[in-house]
DNA sequence: CGGGACCGTCAGGCTGGTTGACCATCCCCT
DNA sequence: AGGGGATGGTCAACCAGCCTGACGGTCCCG
């Protein structure tokens, strides 16, 4: 187990990632999608469901390199979940595009973490969840607010 | 930025915990010790002060395999913050233990840690901090309770 | 005194990214 | 009209952090 980060709460934080990440893919292997894996929702979390999605655009949405989500998407399109098409208006540029796989996985992502975003609130009571995410988004936003820049 | 985990909570987690970890690498740094990264705390964190520790029950506690382990001990020997004796009690075995400048290391190591602690709970508020690390260990224990056997 | 079991280590591999360099295309400015 | 810089996608190389597998030396129990 990994990266531990000294402070408990940095541990806490990173076991909490690792439990809804392996569940999420868990979740989506029983229905049918054993090749998602976890990064892969980088692209299904900030595709344009119809019209698709440059891959620097997806790369600036998701906060990493062209090239990183290059690999997800090259991953992504040999297992048909997306293709890529030239762009009309922009001679360099291709766009990404779901594929009607692409458009019934990334539905069932969003119902899965859905799931188990619900199974957490009930886990926790909707009090104390609410604190939870309020207190989680403090918290990063405090140093994200650096390297936003 | 890497691996999201389609539930915003699960980015949330992801997103604290490399915040704080990228804190206490600065922390350290600052004060002195620039070749520490995030993953040594799992030595420091684990290994007894004085007697020293063996590679394997390092790994045992921290969770990881006994050559994951090994990396983290082989960096931080060649740092001179630990070294390796023979065990005299078993041929076999090597026992790990802290130099001067490791001891001194986690010592600041823990410190930096609880000041980070601390910053959080006055950016929280102690009831919604200790709110937020109570729901932390739940949802956290839900499924780490699978892989501990 | 033989056979597991356990210790540390070497070798190789995988995931999930990164930086750097490139070329083609685009578009603004003179 | 026509550079020249910015932008889009790609290839290549690299890195951090781990893991699995195999192995030789040592221990200990029957």
Redesign the pocket.
């Known amino acids: 187990?990994?990266?531990?980060v000294g402070t408990d709460l940095g541990r806490l934080l990173l076991e909490g990632h690792r439990a809804l990440a392996s569940e999420l893919v868990a979740l989506l292997e029983e229905r049918g999608y054993p090749d998602i894996?976890?990064?892969h929702a980088?692209v299904f979390l900030h595709i344009d469901r119809r019209a698709g999605t440059?891959?620097?655009?997806l790369a600036r949405r998701a906060r990493?390199?062209?090239?990183?989500m290059?690999?997800?998407?090259d991953d992504l399109e040999g297992h048909g979940y997306v293709r890529?098409v030239a762009?009309p208006e922009?001679?360099?540029?291709?766009?990404v595009k779901l594929t009607a796989h692409g458009r019934r996985c990334a539905a069932e992502s969003r119902r899965a973490a859905q799931a188990l975003e619900t199974q957490t609130r009930r886990l926790l009571g909707d009090r104390r969840y609410d604190t939870l995410r309020e207190a989680l988004e403090e918290v990063a936003a405090t140093r994200v607010a650096f390297d936003d820049e």
């Open positions: 187990m990994i990266t531990m894996r976890a990064g980088a440059r891959l620097t655009e990493m390199t062209k090239q990183g290059m690999l997800l998407v890529r762009d922009d001679g360099r540029a291709k766009v």
